[in-house]
């Protein structure tokens, strides 16, 4: 139990252009999905914590314009980075709570690998 | 300020003991993970400790001390896939996960 997918698993694309990236709970309902940025050698950082039905909430520093964050279900949360530069090159992580856990444990997805050329 | 300390690489042999600590001050506690990290893929779930204690998994255990602010986790048996980033993280009076830098676990022959 407590599945978490992300689609894609790696992307590249060239600069100026978006990329959407799903993170899914398969057996498990989530109201609270969380996205990270790691950068190699780094530790995790965490950039939003999305909220089915509301707004994400952004960590200081991270542009919320840049990087879209939509939890319109229980079980999927989006991350949009738009016009990508090669500088957000990096491995994203999107991880979920399950509502019903009785520990505050976050399940993670298995990432996905942007590189912007 | 919330802060988590723990060391930024360690070296351990094969077949040996390791113990990697933890430090924390956050506002709030509701529970310490300890994560594995493999290179290139996402943390997995080791063990969580919400009192003091220890907590035994094969041959992973994770202790806590709740007054000191102080948790480690001990790998015995070391064997080279334990080669790894191991992450302490602490969960806040606001049930947000508060992330350690991680400890590099290099395991030699």
């Known amino acids: 139990g407590a599945v978490v997918s992300q689609h894609p698993s790696w992307v590249i694309c060239k600069s100026g252009t978006s990329v959407k990236i799903e993170c899914r709970s398969l057996?498990?309902?989530?109201?609270?999905m969380f996205w990270y940025r790691q950068f190699p050698k780094q530790s995790l950082m965490l950039m939003a914590t999305?909220?089915?039905?509301?707004?994400?909430?952004?960590e200081q520093g991270v542009e919320k314009d840049k990087f879209l964050i939509n939890h319109a279900s229980l079980t999927l949360s989006t991350l949009t980075v738009t016009s990508a530069h090669p500088e957000d090159s990096s491995f994203y992580i999107c991880s979920a709570r399950d509502i019903l856990a009785d520990r505050p444990e976050q399940y993670f997805g298995p990432g996905t690998r942007l590189t912007v050329t | 300020g919330q802060n988590i300390d723990q060391p930024t690489e360690m070296t351990a042999t094969e077949g040996a003991i390791v113990q990697i600590n933890c430090t924390y001050q956050t506002s709030g506690f509701n529970g310490l993970f300890w994560y594995q990290q493999h290179a290139g893929e996402a943390p997995t779930f080791l063990s969580y400790n919400v009192l003091d204690g220890l907590e035994e998994k094969g041959r992973f255990s994770s202790f806590l001390s709740r007054s000191k602010g102080y948790s480690y986790l001990l790998l015995k048996e070391l064997q080279m896939k334990d080669s790894a980033s191991y992450l302490c993280a602490v969960t806040d009076s606001n049930y947000q996960l508060i992330w350690g830098a991680g400890t590099k676990l290099i395991i030699k022959p």
């Open positions: 999305s909220n089915e039905g509301s707004k994400a909430t952004y």
């Open positions: 057996d498990f309902q989530a109201t609270t």
